[in-house]
């Protein structure tokens, strides 16, 4: 069972000196990069990546910080993240000014780096992924994305949302690795028609081997370097440590777990300085390292110099960070890296994989409760009761985290899609919840749809209601649809429509990803690529995938239920009515809006009235959804999360039939809108699990948020866990809580400075509560306040 207490001096005073670091945008990657792309303009964009990585992690500055004994840096200071004009530099045109004030993500930019990213405009305009985008988007995707009906199809940044071979690099290490590239490039047949792509592919991944092992090698001088000056002789001990690890990984395989841990450090951080995608994620860490950790504790290394180690690296997980601009961190709020560890569930033999790393893997997050990494524990009928019991009370101690996934639905999703049973036990949730396994190439994120403005869409004939824009079809004037059945037929009409913009702007941006910004380093690590010979953008992946996601399916489902129960069951009120009071934002209409709140029946309630409105829309969207395919031959694999998408396109849509007022947030992944879930968290619960979440194997979302009550009693741990148990016997897909009171968020809203270390769940993520933005902060204080009673 997890302790409360920080017991590692060394651990605190990390933790401690990284929230004291001031966030602040570095300009030095983006320097590097443009200087490599103008010394290499005539070569193939594989090689000219592998080029632009390897002098950025040749000529960056590093530095080890005073305790560390995990190093490595994404950038020249600590929690300072890069820039990547390859990518985008619109916001460095716009928006620079703007990072200490905005309402998002803010970071301090110095006059230095603005100096420095304005000096470099000129030769990124017109050459990014972004500018790329706007030339090749239909005008449907460009109305769609400016009007709120589909959001982020990382058409500005990196792709991201991956599980990579860290395994691979354990067993291997990179010289093994680059042993392999140079093995495929000799078996290479001039003469096929293929040649010259796998060729420049495994080129690139060739150079990257030899840049990562260098980058290492540079740490291993500096650590020398540094011991010399040393008068601590304790430190100075420690130093010449990192020397000697860093001087064997993670060019060669582990022999100790410090070495297994910064092997893996390396392997992780430098994808994160390859390129800005979200979510690259370190799965089941309990897993592979478990033989490292074992190893050492039968050497006689004392569990107690292990968990310091360890929790050196879990303050390491929150030193990464990413700039985004204003449109991003707005479905972003709150910097959500999605850096998931993966701890318990089934192994690939169908047995129980808990151990002993497990438990100090919930140790370290009780002692550091930082937001990264985002822990997960997967659950099954099997899981052992004092692990889910050690899970509980890391829960209780208010950060969120960890969120739960069900073994027992999520596997089974996965063969359904043609993966292997032994594959799919050993899945990984990647980023928030979304579901990979290895050698997936899963562009999980594939983009966000507001099903709201669907709605919208079919009440105002294919018209936006805030703006009067076309962006739908026109499926006839709502006062002439007679029967309920017609209005969903035309709201069938429209989400076809639209998931078919959306797979339009996903495949785009696919597109001028595998053209201008390819990752080898990335792709080294997921498995089939090398095999195969390309990189993983180009669909060089084992799987590829493509996930987009449904958003406010709550907000839809109770909107339709009132409009079935008053419209035309009881006749209360004309659908006229109703769209006159969301044009007007029901100024002049409360009588109506609260008929519509009062008197229809709400999700999250168990009442299967509205609960089959919400299985209905939600299934029409799968079926939908599923109709696509990718550039890299994959499907399209639905989801229903939403990062903070719900109030991004929250404040883009009109006044909704549930009594929702405009530009205010939708309910968010698969949960009751907030202060509608009224009838207890088993009824919530039940009605979220009537879904058929085995469709949306790319992830759900289901938040919930209990009164600090529930552990006041003695049995409050006890109950929440057979809580759990009903989740995974119900079929539930992913669950996660707050536990803290509306009084102590409100407090925080109003005395933010007393507050700094107040962390909460937002999504598929925790945050820090007073870094987000108030419309985020006032949706987490709406949610229901529950209790067992």
Not at 372 to 392: E, I, S, W
Not at 496 to 511: R, S
Not at 707 to 736: C, E, M, W, Y
């Amino acid at each position: 069972m997890p302790v409360v207490t920080r017991t590692f001096p060394r651990v605190e005073r990390l933790r401690d000196s990284l929230l004291a670091t001031e966030s602040e945008i570095c300009h030095e990657r983006a320097l590097l990069v443009t200087e490599s792309y103008q010394e290499n303009e005539g070569l193939p964009i594989l090689i000219k990546r592998a080029k632009a990585l390897a002098k950025v992690l040749a000529e960056m500055t590093i530095f080890i910080h005073p305790d560390e004994l995990i190093v490595g840096h994404q950038s020249s200071k600590r929690r300072s993240p890069p820039v990547f004009p390859e990518l985008c530099v619109e916001w460095i045109e716009t928006e620079l000014d703007e990072f200490e004030t905005r309402k998002h993500n803010r970071l301090k930019v110095s006059e230095e780096t603005k100096r420095a990213l304005r000096s470099i405009l000129p030769y990124w305009k017109g050459k990014t992924v972004y500018d790329r985008f706007l030339a090749l988007r239909p005008e449907s995707v460009a109305k769609a994305v400016s009007f709120g009906l589909i959001a982020n199809t990382h058409e500005k940044n990196a792709l991201g949302h991956v599980a990579l071979n860290y395994k691979k690099v354990l067993a291997k290490g990179f010289r093994g690795i680059k042993e392999e590239i140079e093995d495929a490039l000799s078996q290479l047949d001039i003469a096929s028609p293929d040649y010259l792509p796998k060729y420049e592919f495994l080129q690139a991944a060739s150079i990257v081997c030899d840049a990562i092992m260098d980058f290492a090698g540079r740490y291993a001088k500096l650590a020398r370097e540094m011991a010399e000056e040393e008068s601590d002789p304790v430190r100075r001990q420690e130093l010449l440590t990192i020397s000697e690890i860093c001087a064997h990984v993670p060019a060669n395989p582990p022999r100790t777990f410090h070495e297994a841990l910064q092997a893996f450090w390396f392997a992780h951080l430098i994808p994160w300085i390859e390129a800005n995608g979200y979510s690259i994620t370190p799965g089941r860490l309990d897993q592979y390292l478990y033989p490292y950790y074992r190893s050492d504790r039968e050497r006689g290394v004392s569990k107690e110099e292990l968990q310091e180690l360890l929790e050196c690296l879990w303050v390491k997980f929150s030193e990464v960070l990413r700039v985004d601009d204003k449109a991003v961190a707005e479905i972003s709020s709150g910097y959500p890296l999605g850096q998931n560890v993966a701890l318990g569930g089934v192994l690939p033999d169908g047995t129980d994989g808990t151990n002993e790393l497990s438990f100090m893997c919930l140790e370290a997050q009780a002692h550091i409760r930082l937001l990264q990494p985002n822990l997960t524990v997967r659950l099954h009928a099997g899981t052992p009761d004092d692990f889910l019991k050690a899970a509980v009370r890391v829960i209780s101690l208010g950060n969120g985290m960890p969120q739960l996934l069900n073994d027992e639905l999520i596997i089974p999703s996965l063969v359904q899609r043609g993966i292997p049973i032994e594959e799919a036990r050993d899945y990984i949730p990647v980023g928030c919840d979304e579901i990979t396994v290895d050698g997936t190439w899963g562009r999980c994120n594939g983009g966000y749809l507001n099903f709201a403005k669907v709605l919208e869409l079919t009440l105002n004939n294919g018209r936006c209601l805030l703006t009067g824009e076309k962006l739908g079809l026109e499926t006839g004037d709502p006062a002439g649809f007679q029967t309920f059945s017609e209005l969903m037929d035309a709201y069938h009409r429209q989400l076809e429509h639209a998931v078919g913009i959306q797979a339009a702007a996903a495949n785009i941006t696919d597109l001028i990803h595998a053209e201008l910004a390819p990752c080898p380093t990335v792709s080294i690590l997921v498995t089939g690529c090398i095999e195969n010979g390309r990189d993983a953008t180009h669909g060089g992946a084992r799987y590829n995938f493509t996930g987009p996601v449904g958003v406010g399916s709550a907000t839809v489902g109770d909107s339709l239920a009132a409009i079935k129960k008053l419209v035309y069951e009881s006749k209360a009120i004309s659908l006229e009515d109703i769209i006159q009071a969301i044009r007007q934002d029901f100024v002049g209409h409360e009588p109506l809006r609260q008929m519509l709140i009062n008197r229809a029946p709400k999700f999250g309630c168990d009442e299967d009235y509205v609960d089959d409105l919400v299985i209905e829309i939600t299934k029409d969207f799968f079926d939908q959804v599923e109709k696509h395919t990718n550039p890299r031959g994959g499907p399209f694999i639905p989801a229903l999360y939403s990062v903070t998408a719900q109030a991004g396109l929250g404040r883009l849509s009109a006044a909704t039939p549930d009594g929702r007022r405009e530009r205010t947030p939708l309910s968010d992944g698969i949960s009751p809108s907030n202060g509608r879930d009224l009838a207890g968290p088993t009824a919530a619960l039940k009605s979220v699990c009537k879904v058929d979440l085995i469709r949306a194997t790319n992830g759900v979302i289901f938040n919930l948020r209990f009164s600090p009550s529930v552990l006041s009693d003695g049995d409050g741990l006890n109950k929440i866990a057979q809580f759990l148990r009903t989740f995974v016997d119900l079929g539930g897909f992913h669950i996660q809580f707050n536990i803290i009171s509306t009084e102590t968020l409100k407090e925080a809203q109003r005395n933010p400075e007393a507050h700094r270390g107040l962390v909460v769940r937002v999504a598929g993520y925790s945050a820090f509560f007073v870094e987000l933005c108030k419309e985020v902060q006032d949706s987490i204080i709406a949610r229901t306040e529950q209790s067992f009673r």
